[in-house]
């Protein structure tokens, strides 16, 4: 069962799907919320956000994958987007989710692609209760990857920031800055199971940013799986099979 949702952050809504197992009845399931990449959206590329929730709901699982303000159908501009609003949308997602019916609110899960990845182990480490994550190519080194991206638009202090013909403001570098590093520091408090997936040909993040992430992770239970051949998404129809059987696997597992 799917069902479309919305929820509010900062007055703004923010558009989004929720599935359910059809076996659902009275009993509670466990769920994970879906955190994408930077210019993404609750589908994901080649829809696989899409076709990994309805594998975890067959499995029992319920998922909302919701889109980023200013990203996808939510309301806001993108242009306004930066790593501190999503990581105030993360939250939203997850409080949002505890008012479900039938959703057992001490078995939540995360998952976050790229951006959403850092984002996602953020998160894990500072909102309580959350029990299984999965980072698929997360950002580990925020600045690093982004310094290398940035080209100035207008030149003129306090002007935007364009990346790839996408407007952002000078706010999204600054928060850059404030958090980078952050994410690592607080998935090292975050202590419950952790499995990182990386492509071994991402072209974007590198997969040195995955070892990282395993690194540093103080989790008692802890895996780590490069993919062969695999690119930033997943994109060929074996690595996301494998990406998504892994992910689909970990959360019935470990939730």
Avoid at 104 to 121: C, E, K, N, Q
Wanted: aromatic content about 10%; hydrophobic content about 40%; some cysteine.
């Amino acid at each position: 069962m799917e069902k479309l949702v919305d929820f509010k952050n900062k007055g703004e809504k923010l558009f989004g799907v929720l599935h359910y197992p059809e076996t659902l009845k009275k009993i509670k399931v466990p769920c994970v919320v879906m955190y994408h990449g930077f210019t993404g959206s609750r589908t994901e590329a080649h829809f696989l956000f899409t076709k990994l929730a309805r594998k975890l709901a067959k499995r029992g699982i319920a998922v909302l994958r919701f889109d980023f303000r200013g990203s996808g159908d939510s309301e806001g501009s993108f242009s306004d987007m930066t790593v501190e609003e999503e990581l105030s949308d993360a939250k939203a997602a997850l409080d949002f989710i505890k008012t479900q019916k039938n959703i057992a609110t001490d078995r939540l899960g995360i998952l976050g692609l790229s951006m959403g990845g850092f984002v996602g182990s953020y998160t894990a480490g500072q909102y309580p209760g959350i029990k299984s994550v999965v980072l698929m190519s997360a950002v580990a080194r925020f600045w690093s990857l982004w310094r290398k991206l940035l080209v100035e638009g207008t030149g003129r202090a306090g002007g935007p920031v364009m990346v790839g013909g996408i407007k952002l403001s000078k706010n999204f570098i600054t928060a850059i800055k404030k958090y980078d590093g952050l994410n690592l520091k607080s998935i090292v408090d975050y202590v419950n199971p952790l499995l990182v997936i990386h492509g071994a040909k991402d072209p974007v993040v590198p997969v040195e940013d995955g070892e990282l992430y395993h690194a540093v992770s103080a989790s008692y239970k802890k895996k780590i799986v490069i993919i062969e051949n695999a690119g930033h998404t997943f994109e060929s129809k074996r690595s996301e099979e494998k990406a998504i059987k892994l992910a689909a696997s970990w959360f019935r597992e470990t939730l």
